[in-house]
């Protein structure tokens, strides 16, 4: 049986939305963020060593990173479910999102996280210095790319509902993490709303809810 060892408010909780998808039996292991730094515990370095959720085990297999971990899963698991043809339009389109999640969209919105907490937590007498600093990176680089993927984003969902085409697949999966941290910092429902649409598609469904139940309590950071 999968064991799923699940960092609370992180991107684990895709992971068990994708097994709930497939219906295959797991276990959830929880693990809660240390409360002064929000970072993952010292525990999860006993099953892999950067100590990162989210990670799998499996008959003594141990699987990091949630791409590879979605990969792992759809290729000995999934019976051809959720992920479109091999040589169809919809396959390069699967394979394109489901390595943007990470490779692309979510640096973009973890660099904003880290630039926000060195301009509030900096010391009082270089807060001028670290407030100018991440608003130059934020005006010059973080804010005109996150608005470039936002519409790329926006753009390709008005192709088809799911981001590989007409049926959900492993790459919405995986873009459902980016669009829900898209949306604790932008009104999706007033400039995306196409975006909007896919998280209420992807939050409605059963296999989507059930996953939070096994989860516990889910709320990104801002």
Same mark, same amino acid.
Request: proline letters at 6%.
């Given at each position: 049986?999968?064991?799923?060892h699940?960092?609370?408010?992180?991107?684990?909780?895709?992971?068990?939305?994708?097994l709930?998808?497939?219906?295959?039996?797991?276990?959830?292991?929880?693990?809660?963020?240390?409360?002064?730094?929000?970072?993952?515990?010292p525990?999860?370095?006993?099953?892999?060593?950067?100590?990162?959720?989210?990670?799998?085990?499996?008959?003594?297999?141990?699987?990091a990173?949630?791409?590879?971990?979605?990969?792992?899963?759809?290729?000995?698991?999934?019976?051809?479910?959720?992920?479109?043809?091999?040589?169809?339009?919809?396959?390069?389109?699967?394979?394109?999102?489901?390595?943007?999640?990470?490779?692309?969209?979510?640096p973009?919105f973890?660099?904003?996280?880290?630039?926000?907490?060195?301009?509030?937590?900096s010391?009082?007498?270089? /807060?001028?210095? &670290?407030?100018?600093i991440?608003s @130059?990176? !934020?005006? +010059? $680089?973080?804010?005109?790319?996150?608005?470039?993927?936002?519409?790329?984003?926006?753009?390709?969902?008005?192709?088809?509902?799911?981001f590989?085409g007409?049926?959900?697949t492993?790459?919405?999966?995986?873009?459902?993490?980016?669009?829900?941290?898209?949306?604790?910092?932008?009104?999706?429902?007033?400039?995306?709303? /196409?975006?909007? &649409?896919?998280?209420?598609?992807? @939050?409605? !469904?059963? +296999? $989507?809810?059930k996953?939070?139940?096994?989860?516990?309590?889910?709320?990104?950071?801002?």
């Open positions: 049986m999968i064991t799923v699940h960092l609370e408010n992180s991107r684990s909780q895709r992971i068990l939305w994708l709930e998808e497939l219906g295959l039996e797991y276990e959830v292991k929880r693990y809660e963020r240390d409360k002064t730094t929000s970072l993952a515990p525990e999860l370095k006993k099953i892999h060593p950067l100590g990162k959720s989210p990670v799998i085990s499996e008959d003594g297999v141990v699987v990173e949630t791409g590879a971990i979605v990969e792992y899963v759809i290729e000995k698991h999934g019976g051809g479910r959720l992920i479109p043809p091999a040589g169809t339009p919809e396959r390069l389109r699967y394979t394109y999102w489901l390595h943007a999640a990470e490779g692309t969209v979510m973009l973890v660099m904003t996280l880290i630039f926000n907490r060195v301009e509030t937590a010391p009082w007498i270089i /807060r001028p210095i &670290a407030k100018g991440a @130059q990176v !934020r005006a +010059a $680089y973080l804010g005109p790319n996150v608005k470039a993927n936002l519409d790329y984003m926006e753009a390709e969902l008005e192709k088809s509902a799911w590989a007409g049926e959900l492993a790459a919405d999966v995986m873009m459902s993490f980016p669009v829900e941290a898209a949306a604790v910092r932008t009104d999706l429902e007033t400039e995306y709303p /196409r975006l909007r &649409a896919f998280l209420e598609r992807v @939050q409605a !469904r059963p +296999a $989507y809810r996953a939070l139940e096994r989860g516990g309590p889910y709320q990104l950071m801002g």
